[in-house]
């Protein structure tokens, strides 16, 4: 029988490794941006996956700040990334944020296994759960669907029809909400030529190949935005007792019970 990949904390040894995964792994306007953002491997969550001594795969997170309501969730993926390095550990939040797996070891659940790691990983710092701004996979097959509709798809059986929606479900992740425009990436219109290998139209909205969303070509430059759902992954006992009272499909239940009560007006009635 074939052994697991074993999963383990991510050290300074492997760095070339792992950024060589996340290459080949990720479109190039994924790393080569108009933004560069300095990680901080002292605070960073960061998990490998070895095979026969070879790293097959590198998933990252982080500290972030939130108050713990849904309400106040970072306006995006790349707001998490920004804060990492001032987010307060006494806030006890972490963030999962990015999976990479070489194309010939996914579809075994490896994915997940990696999230797990992880959280493994926020528990041990005593945090209270770990936030993910997942990127859904399958976004691109529907995108004139609106991003609450689509954080809302589910199959016949009550599965989330995004397979890495469904993937964080499935180890105890809840939906708390949704983030449009949550990558966003600038470039002249011939570096997006250069990234598509192919000539682009000057004017207009097209899907991007190896993208979830939209590129926006005007002016000679052209802007690529994509989604994210929040997903919320609890570890504090409370935490997971009160998230357990709500259905999958129950979004808007479920940010309810994390939103504090609005404070009554004084001498207003009840």
Same mark, same amino acid.
């Given at each position: 029988m074939e052994s697991l990949p074993?999963?383990?904390?991510?050290?300074?040894?492997?760095a070339d490794a792992a950024h060589e995964i996340e290459n080949l792994v990720w479109a190039p306007f994924h790393y080569e941006g108009d933004e560069v953002i300095e990680w901080d491997y002292d605070t960073a969550l960061w998990v490998v996956a070895e095979d026969t001594r070879q790293i097959i795969a590198t998933a990252d997170g982080c500290l972030v700040d939130w108050d713990g309501d849904p309400r106040n969730l970072p306006p995006s993926w790349m707001e998490v990334l920004r804060r990492s390095s001032t987010a307060d550990p006494a806030g006890r939040w972490a963030s999962a944020l990015g999976t990479s797996i070489?194309?010939?070891h996914r579809g075994g659940g490896l994915g997940a296994r990696m999230l797990v790691g992880l959280k493994d990983q926020a528990t041990q710092r005593g945090m209270r759960g770990m936030l993910?701004?997942?990127?859904p996979s399958a976004r691109h097959s529907w995108p004139q669907?609106?991003?609450?509709?689509?954080?809302?798809?589910?199959?016949?059986?009550?599965?989330?029809a995004d397979p890495w929606i469904r993937a964080h479900e499935a180890i105890g992740g809840h939906i708390i909400g949704w983030?449009?425009?949550s990558l966003?990436?600038?470039?002249?219109?011939?570096?997006?030529? &250069?990234?598509? +290998?192919?000539?682009?139209? *000057?004017? $207009?909205?097209?899907?991007?190949? &190896?993208?979830? +969303?939209?590129?926006?070509? *005007?002016? $000679?430059?052209g802007c690529l935005t994509e989604d994210s759902i929040w997903i919320l992954h609890p570890i504090d006992p409370d935490l997971v007792e009160l998230l357990s009272r709500t259905r999958p499909d129950e979004i808007e239940e479920r940010r309810s019970l994390l939103s504090p009560?609005?404070?009554q007006p004084s001498g207003s009635a009840i």
């Open positions: 074993v999963i383990r904390p991510g050290a300074a040894a492997d070489l194309p010939e993910a701004p997942a990127r669907m609106t991003l609450a509709d689509y954080a809302a798809l589910r199959l016949d059986d009550g599965r989330h983030c449009e425009r966003e990436v600038h470039a002249a219109h011939e570096v997006w030529e &250069r990234w598509a +290998g192919y000539r682009l139209p *000057s004017e $207009g909205r097209c899907l991007f190949p &190896r993208s979830i +969303g939209w590129l926006e070509l *005007s002016g $000679g430059q009560a609005e404070p």
